[in-house]
Every structure is written in C-alpha cells, then in structure tokens.
C-alpha cells in the first residue's frame, strides 16, 4: 500500500489548495455563477467540471498503481485485454472534461472581460498547436503510450521521442494538450470555462509530479532526468 499512495500525500495537499482557491474564486464572482443551462445553474455546472479531472485523475492513479505494482489486472485479464478496458474508462473521462467545460461556457457566456478580437486570436493561435500536438502523438508518440501502456505491459520500453512536437518539449501531452480545454471558454468568452480549463492545466502537473514522475523512474530508471 506504501508504494501504491507513494507522494499521494502532496497530491492530496495541492488538490486542498488548489480547490481553496477556486472556491474564492466563486465567492467573489457571484455573479458571474447567477446564470443557468438546462435549469441547472452555473455554479453547479462549475463543479461539475471540476469533480470530472479529479475523478479521472484519481482513476489513473489507482489504476496504474495497481498494475504497476500488483498486476492486478493484466494477471487476471491479460495485458491487452485489462489495457482496453482501462483505456475506455480513460477515455470516457478524458472527453467528459472538455464536454463538461463546453456545457460550462454555454451557461456561463459572454461573461468574459476581454475583448473579442483578443479571445479569438488566442483560438487562433492555440488550434493549430493542439492539432500538431495530437498529429504527434497518433504519428509518433501513440496513443497507447500516452495513456500509460508501459504500466501494463512489463516489456515496453521505449526512448524519450524526439520527432513532431516533442523536439521542442519531452511533455507535450500537458504543455499543450490540455490547452483545447481553453478554446470553449475563449470562443463563448466565458469567465467561469477558463477557471476550470487553468484548474485542469494546474492539476495535471500535480499528476506528473505525484504520479507520473515517480512511476517513470520506476519503470525507465533515473535515465528519465538526462
């Protein structure tokens, strides 16, 4: 159980924080949280949107340790089988987070305070990077990497890629991944999507540190810091 919670500690610590300052953020933007979608309020839709990265990070979390070092599943189902499996709950999680952020800016629109011109450059911007960001990883990192395939199977060991994106950083999934979870909040200019897109951008270096890191040094050795 010690490696299993191994840093989980820190994870738990920054999540508090973290949540601490998103709830000021709510008491001084009321509001911008007195709107609604569907008859739900924006308020709840915010927290919605936030309880769905920390569920899908808590689901890789045990996941992966509990492959990593019991091999809880592979043992019972097989690697590819067990890895499937994982791999659909993964992604269910994964496209709840940028859906439960577009139904967020739908309630919460026009609630930004910036010009127009500024928001939709930023999209500019941001959109072909995310497309090459996942043209990189479907190309050359794969999918099966990205969601943590060297967890499952024991004999997968593969160089630090240095082709597409990752030339210019080793961790483009969170450096640019996550930024299309901004794109709703800047395309509908909603104040509350941003919060929570910053929330999920933050959160996933909390996972790379508490997690990932950890795990990788276990599996790849202290070769991962050259």
């Not at 990265?53 to 097989?78: A, C, D, K, M, T």
């Not at 450096?175 to 996933?204: D, E, Q, R, W």
Request: charged letters at 15%; a positive charge.
């Amino acid at each position: 159980m010690n490696k299993i919670f191994r840093h989980q500690i820190w994870h738990l610590i920054s999540l508090i924080i973290l949540i601490a300052i998103t709830q000021l953020f709510i008491s001084n933007n009321h509001v911008l949280m007195s709107s609604n979608l569907c008859r739900i309020n924006t308020k709840t839709w915010f927290w919605i949107a936030i309880a769905i990265p920390i569920l899908h990070q808590i689901y890789v979390l045990l996941i992966w340790r509990l492959e990593l070092h019991r091999n809880i599943f592979s043992s019972r189902y097989g690697v590819k089988k067990s890895f499937k499996m994982y791999s659909i709950g993964f992604s269910i999680l994964f496209i709840s987070r940028l859906i439960s952020i577009i139904v967020l800016a739908l309630s919460n629109q026009n609630s930004l305070s910036i010009n127009p011109l500024i928001a939709y450059s930023l999209v500019v911007i941001i959109t072909p990077i995310v497309i090459y960001l996942f043209y990189s990883v479907k190309k050359y990192f794969t999918i099966e990497r990205a969601f943590g395939i060297d967890h499952f199977d024991k004999d997968y060991n593969e160089p630090y890629e240095k082709r597409g994106i990752f030339r210019y950083t080793d961790n483009g999934m969170y450096v640019f991944g996550l930024m299309i979870l901004y794109l709703p909040g800047l395309l509908l200019l909603s104040n509350a999507a941003i919060v929570v897109a910053l929330f999920n951008h933050i959160y996933i270096w909390i996972h790379y540190y508490c997690t990932e890191l950890p795990d990788m040094k276990i599996i790849y050795g202290e070769v991962i810091d050259k």
